[in-house]
């Protein structure tokens, strides 16, 4: 226990303290509440008080134990003197005092009215967390607030530094549209939440039972016959039973809050399927309203037709009507889901009464059924009658136009998922309540359809007289001849027969105990489905509103009430059916919305099917009676039956749901839910890179794949660019970022960087990984990266650098670790590649690594805080230090403290004008100019391949390639056949080949002068000094040139000379000079030697890549 950990509270006479933590004191804060076994009078009342007034900076947060001396504790915690420490609660007792003075131990409890830990866990005082489900909630929501757990680091930091400085731990903050919610979820206290029940069961059963089941179930049964008609029936309650089973495994698979179909598809494959399906599904919602709206006003209109009572003409009637009901049911939403429960709570009752009556009716055998329109027609369950309506006799119809007349009438069992939001417990009521519906409800189709193909014949002319004498009975062959009646005359004239299944809608009324009972069933069917719908769009709308996925559509976001309705959403519904109302011709937007439904059916037994073949972790449904390729039949099935019901309007709902997903795939909305599509693409992923590690790589399958030493991916555009150039599609690019300095390693900090800088290439649609990593020193870093960046095959095998434009200017020990990363390159058996750039590379002292980085991703970095600095060196070189004069103390990325930026008022000096322009030069499209390839020593190809990979890009694609070879004079000929011919193998285009027959001249005088005064500084001169001299003068600074080094690469350090000589003869115009990179032996040539020969090669030049393959060949001319 050190001195520092004991609590201020542990003087004796500290006075006065106010309850609860003071803001000075740390957020994470144990208070004690002291219980005595057996005497809970015990606790102090100041105790108490202290757990009423906490602080709002530990509200809703585990509070630190401030573990206090033995001696001090346990005087503050004698029961005799409570002492300060237990009345603020900052004082926590050791081991040694837990126990209070009548031996009974200290309870640790959780105060839900705080949200304040005080807890012993497992007999010790700590501040690591017990397992709790509050620790787990994306936001306060309403079954409970969120806690925060302790972070790894406040538990594992040293602690000579405040350990919560930082505030709240990466990832722990609340983002706005989680505060937002957590708000909602305060103000929205004492809502109206339904169970199982009345909430979905209810709802599913009025929205599938119809207006289908009273006025077409008999004439499907007349058409297909009893056996195909229950044939029809099981095959939609099959597609309807697999989307309830795919819609209660994702409704079990974690929270679910509002939006149905919606929030259950985009949660589970992405906002791309879930935008397009929650749009088009709300729409559909909205359509539906006008659709049941006008069945009823259909029927209202008949019934004033049949007393005479039209108000005007038939259309305008059910205009009128629809209207005026449509508005009736908007005031029922508008009244609250309360209300609205109720009014359908009242109609199950009469559609259940509606069926009992039908099925009483079906039993009594009366013979005529006297139920208004009072027409006679054989009504009595009959075996003769069920076996002459078993077989079908489909009269201009076939099966799958019958059945795409009855599927509509299964749908409707997402009515409950659809207000997931207000159920209390979406778990469990999704699964229970939508089976049993679908149970019910295919029970019921069967049970209808069987009793009435066993009550009434096909046809019957409805003609009391039409009756056969008992003679001819004993010949009779169909059903009503053995009843006594002759309708010999429907079948030479069908259309005299305006009864029976096949003629009469309005046979289940005849059927039935009590005829107008039935009518009220089909009110009942038709306005519940109208209600269900007009509640279900808004809700599914208000849920795709608030998740932004279409700008412009956050007005209907915006929720009123305790129950958060959508009001804006029920106006714009109401909109919508009014509209259709008026139009009152459906016959065409009815297929149109059956397909929008089963789009909707079919992406969420895909998304059951997708979540499962993905593997993830995170797919765990509580609910088990799922199989993933149950789902996908169920999924295929939906779209066959959307081609079946209509194939051009299954055509249109694809076409419609294609560019929807197009058009949010472009938007791409800035959210992430963890979707399967994510989880699905990690698991391809890994498979992929596994099943590529078992494969050798192939000649013909080679590709560039380069590790780019960019420091901050935005200090060197043109670097980045250009690599990107031929890396895009083509090959792996990594960005390394080697972090170095005075101080202790900031772990997390890096983490966050790769996580922000990686966003910044996505945003720029650079197409390449950030890699940054902490290292004693630029050499050790870039081992690190060498040896272990990159997976598998996916590794890099190409060292990219950027020119040290500055090593004559800095300390040399530098250029001795620059030379050496291309030296352990080598060893790596990587290929190296060198950019020089006149101007420079490095831009980030004129704007600072942050400086393209949105606000978010600024607020998100880091905090950069540097122990010590030696400004006598460059002590905090990133990858920025190799190449350019921007790395001084002043202006490293890594020394500041937040984003650099030059003030604008402060206007740019020409040089760095000159530097921002040529930065930015290979984003430009190239004109017609050359890529010049100076193909002097065979490397394997790379010198020529990347070339050839950047001329076949957009930017490129105008400028031709020109080759320049080493020859000699007297076979200039010879040696450029023989290079056209190997080009044409490798085929490759090129535009014109240049032997060079005089290489080997002797460059001018004056040239070869200013090279020996560049390097005169950096020579050992060890002739002039004593052996032992030169040797400590050697090993101190070995970049040294030594005399006789530089005597015996005299002519290798002409060639360079004259190479420049050359380069500015040939290629002063050229877009790019892509040249081969001169080697220098490993411990035989200085670095100092090195970098000469490099700068004297490559300066006053066009931009210039300098290129060195691992010398394995990386192309071929074999197949």
């Known amino acids: 226990m050190t001195s520092r950990e004991t609590p201020a509270s542990g003087t004796p006479d500290a006075g006065p303290k106010p309850l609860g933590p003071t803001p000075s004191q740390s957020r994470f804060q144990v208070d004690i509440v002291a219980e005595a076994a057996g005497a809970t009078g015990d606790k102090s009342p100041s105790s108490d008080a202290s757990t009423t007034a906490p602080s709002k900076e530990a509200k809703g947060r585990f509070r630190v134990v401030n573990f206090a001396d033995p001696s001090e504790a346990g005087s503050a915690a004698s029961p005799e003197a409570p002492g300060d420490g237990l009345q603020n609660g900052d004082t926590v007792m050791s081991e040694t005092s837990l126990h209070s003075s009548t031996g009974g131990p200290h309870h640790y409890h959780y105060d839900t009215h705080t949200h304040t830990y005080y807890m012993r866990t497992f007999g010790h005082n700590t501040i690591d967390a017990v397992p709790n489900i509050d620790f787990y909630r994306q936001t306060a929501a309403p079954l409970g607030e969120k806690l925060i757990r302790p972070t790894l680091s406040e538990l594992h930091d040293e602690l000579d530094k405040e350990p919560f400085e930082d505030g709240f731990a990466n990832g722990d903050e609340l983002t706005p549209p989680e505060e937002a919610a957590a708000k909602e979820a305060a103000d929205n206290k004492g809502v109206v939440k339904f169970g199982w029940v009345k909430g979905v069961l209810v709802r599913c059963m009025l929205n599938i039972w119809g207006v289908m089941l009273f006025i077409r179930m008999s004439w499907i049964v007349g058409q297909a016959g009893i056996a195909l008609a229950c044939l029809i029936v099981a095959m939609a309650t099959v597609v309807t039973t697999i989307t309830g089973l795919s819609t209660s495994a994702i409704a079990t698979n974690g929270f679910v809050r509002g939006g149905g179909a919606y929030y259950l598809i985009s949660r589970s494959l992405g906002p791309e399927f879930g935008g397009s399906i929650g749009l088009i599904f709300a729409f559909a919602n909205a359509v539906a309203v006008a659709m049941y709206v006008v069945g009823f006003a259909e029927t209202v209109a008949e019934l004033l037709a049949g007393v005479d009572a039209n108000m005007t003409d038939e259309l305008n009637d059910i205009r009128i009507i629809g209207t005026i009901t449509v508005i009736l049911l908007l005031g029922i939403s508008l009244a609250g889901m309360e209300w609205e429960a109720k009014a359908q709570i009242f109609l199950l009752i009469v559609l259940i009464t509606a069926i009992i009556n039908y099925f009483i009716g079906s039993f009594i055998p009366s013979g005529f059924s006297f139920n208004a329109p009072l027409t006679p027609v054989p009504v009595s369950p009959s075996g003769a009658i069920m076996w002459e309506n078993m077989g079908p006799d489909f009269r201009e119809e076939t099966f799958f136009s019958v059945f795409a007349i009855f599927f509509p009438a299964a749908t409707g069992i997402l009515a409950g998922a659809n207000i997931s939001g207000d159920l209390s417990d979406p778990q469990l009521a999704i699964p229970r309540g939508t089976m049993l519906a679908i149970l019910i409800t295919g029970i019921v189709y069967l049970g209808v359809a069987v009793s009435t193909g066993s009550c009434i014949v096909r046809d019957a002319t409805g003609n009391l007289n039409d009756t056969v004498s008992s003679q001819f009975m004993m010949n009779c062959t169909d059903a009503a001849c053995k009843l006594g009646y002759d309708f010999s005359s429907c079948k030479s004239d069908k259309t005299a027969c305006r009864y029976g299944l096949q003629n009469d809608f309005q046979v289940m009324s005849m059927v039935s105990g009590f005829g107008p009972v039935i009518t009220a069933g089909i009110f009942s069917a038709t306005l519940s489905s109208a209600l269900a719908s007009l509640v279900s769009a808004p809700k599914v709308f208000q849920a795709l509103c608030k998740d932004n996925i279409y700008p412009g559509l956050g007005i209907f976001a915006k929720g009123y009430g305790k129950n958060n309705e959508p009001l804006r959403g029920y106006i714009l519904t109401f909109v919508i059916a009014l509209a259709f109302i008026l139009i009152a011709e459906l016959n065409i937007i009815a297929p149109i919305i059956s397909n929008f439904f089963l789009a909707s059916y079919a992406l969420i037994n895909f998304s059951v099917f997708h979540a499962s073949l993905a593997n993830s972790p995170g797919w765990r449904p509580s609910f088990k009676y799922y199989n993933m390729w149950v789902s996908l039949v169920g999924a295929i099935l939906c779209c066959v039956v959307m081609f079946v019901i209509n194939w051009w309007a299954a055509l249109m709902t694809n076409v419609i749901v294609l560019g929807l997903f197009i058009y949010v795939s472009y938007k791409k909305p800035d959210v992430n839910w963890g979707s399967s599509t994510q989880a699905l693409t990690y698991h391809q992923a890994l498979t992929h890179t596994l099943h590529l590690s078992g494969v050798e790589d192939h000649i013909k399958n080679f590709r560039p794949q380069c590790l780019v030493m960019t420091g901050y991916p935005n200090s060197r555009p043109a670097l980045l660019d250009l690599v990107h150039s031929f890396t895009k599609n083509v090959g792996l690019m990594m960005c390394g970022h080697i972090r170095t300095g005075y101080r202790r390693p900031n772990f997390k900090e890096l983490a966050t960087d790769q996580a922000r800088y990686q966003r910044w290439l996505l945003k720029n649609e650079t197409k390449a990984f950030y890699t940054p990593v902490f290292a004693e020193d630029m050499r050790q870093g870039a081992q690190y990266l060498l040896q272990a960046a990159g997976l598998g095959r996916l590794k890099p095998n190409t060292l990219v650098l950027g020119f040290k434009n500055d090593w004559r200017d800095g300390d040399m020990m530098n250029v001795e670790t620059y030379i050496s990363m291309i030296h352990d390159s080598f060893d790596f058996q ?218 015996l690469y005299r002519a290798k350090t002409n060639r360079q000379i004259r190479l420049n000589e050359l380069l500015k003869e040939h290629s002063s115009t050229a877009n790019l000079i892509v040249m081969s990179l001169p080697l220098a032996r490993k411990g035989a040539v200085s670095s100092a030697l090195y970098m000469a020969w490099l700068e004297v090669l490559s300066k006053e030049l066009p931009p210039i890549l300098l290129v060195r393959g691992n010398h394995q060949s990386v192309l071929t001319f074999y197949s």
Request: charged share 30%; hydrophobic share 35%; proline share 5%.
């Open 830 to 1047: 990587f290929g190296a590649v060198i950019l020089r750039l006149k101007e420079g590379l490095d831009v980030s002292h004129i704007q600072g690594p942050d400086d393209l980085l949105s606000s978010q991703e600024k607020s998100s970095g880091m905090k950069d805080v540097i122990v010590s600095i030696d400004t006598s060196k460059d002590s905090d070189a990133d990858s920025s230090k190799p190449s350019s004069k921007a790395t001084s103390i002043q202006n490293s990325p890594a020394m500041q403290k937040g984003p650099y930026k030059k003030s604008p008022s402060v206007p740019l000096n020409v040089s760095d004008q000159r530097l921002l322009e040529a930065s930015q030069q290979f984003l430009k499209k190239q004109g017609k100019g050359t890529v010049d390839v100076w193909w002097l020593f065979d490397d394997g190809g790379l010198t020529l391949l990347i070339p050839y990979l950047l001329t076949n890009k957009k930017r490129w694609k105008d400028c031709k390639i020109r080759v320049f070879i080493g020859g000699k004079i007297n076979r200039i000929d010879h040696d450029r056949r023989a290079m056209a011919t190997l080009l044409s193998k490798f085929r490759i285009d090129f535009s014109d080949i240049n032997v060079l027959g005089d290489i080997n001249t002797k460059p001018k005088k004056e040239h070869v002068s200013a090279f020996e005064e560049m390097i005169e500084p950096y020579r050992l001169k060890e002739d002039d000094m004593e052996q032992e001299a030169a040797e400590r003068l050697k090993d101190s600074e070995p970049w040294r040139i030594t005399d006789n080094e530089l005597e």
